[in-house]
């Protein structure tokens, strides 16, 4: 592994072991001085064309942590606004040390197409429509956390499948690992097409969430959508949004998961949201530990 360009290139051996590595950072995480020398000497640049809250702040958390020097790359202040090309941008990035490029990017693919350019190791933190892997592997270890594993564990990932990278990359992983994936949602958000990855697709809000472990909503991505995928926001929630009603149909002690960020009264209701059943903080806490394994893994096998 020299680079993460997404889960469909993961064996799962090398998905359980970035797992089992995250374990060990997280303890880590628990000390007083949540610090190991690792990457000490090593530099990682988060490369963020794309608005990011999440997971630009956990992976520069992960890199410091590591003892790396940390970089984040501001597109609006930089030389892209000049006219640099993306290849150019990258590799003036790597004649100034980097060992490490995080990238995200709106067009699905720039991570492969800077992979082909860089000696430095690319990370892909979410591109366009396509994958968002470290999203999906720190969904996986929080899962395993409350779950124990993954064999016949029911999973319904609920929205917008369709523009959702952090879906594909989910669906990947899950079904890797021996989850049973449904897809839930309306047509236009969850097409046919997707049973041809080994999923079960529900058009029905409540059929979907009928004894399942784990719920996994998805935000509406309209900054993706070409044209109108739903009647309205508020039509939205009365069909397909998480509420205390829709969630008594999982299985008694089902989780509530959600990437971030989340629209409440859109695709969550604020109580569900807040609810005990909800890990959707600890989603975020697990990532720091799960990028630390990333780059531990990616820095370990160059
Ligand atoms: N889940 C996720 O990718 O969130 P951010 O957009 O805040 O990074």
């Not at 597109?75 to 990238?103: C, N, R, Y």
Request: proline share 4%; charged share 25%; glycine share 8%.
């Amino acid at each position: 592994m020299r680079h993460l360009l997404g889960i469909r290139d993961l064996k799962r051996e090398e998905i359980e072991e970035i797992l089992e590595t995250a374990e060990g950072f997280a303890d880590v995480l628990k000390r007083d001085i949540k610090k190991v020398p690792t990457l000490r000497g090593k530099t990682v640049v988060n490369l963020f064309f794309e608005p990011s809250t999440r997971t630009r702040t956990s992976f520069e958390l992960a890199a410091k942590r590591l003892s790396a020097d940390v970089i984040n790359f501001s597109v609006p202040t930089s030389a892209v606004v000049k006219g640099e090309s993306l290849i150019d941008t990258a590799m003036t990035i790597q004649a100034l040390g980097a060992d490490f490029v995080v990238v995200r990017h709106s067009c699905s693919g720039v991570p492969h197409l800077l992979s082909r350019h860089l000696r430095a190791s690319v990370i892909n933190a979410g591109d366009g429509i396509n994958e968002h892997p470290t999203q999906a592997l720190l969904d996986a270890f929080t899962i395993k956390r409350h779950k124990g594993g993954f064999k016949g564990l029911k999973v319904a990932i609920v929205g917008d499948i369709l523009h959702s990278r952090v879906a594909k990359s989910n669906i990947r992983c899950l079904k890797t690992l021996g989850a049973e994936v449904r897809l839930v949602g309306p047509p236009t958000l969850v097409p046919e097409g997707f049973r041809e990855e080994g999923v079960e697709v529900y058009w029905d809000m409540d059929e979907g969430l009928r004894g399942v472990d784990v719920i996994m909503m998805l935000r509406i991505q309209l900054e993706r959508q070409d044209r109108g995928f739903f009647p309205s926001k508020n039509e939205y929630f009365r069909l397909w949004g998480l509420t205390p009603e829709r969630l008594s149909l999982a299985a008694r002690d089902a989780i509530v998961m959600h990437p971030g960020p989340m629209n409440r009264g859109i695709e969550i209701d604020t109580d569900v949201a807040d609810s005990e059943r909800s890990v959707i903080l600890e989603q975020v806490t697990n990532g720091i530990a799960t990028r630390m394994a990333v780059l531990y893994t990616l820095a370990v096998n160059p």
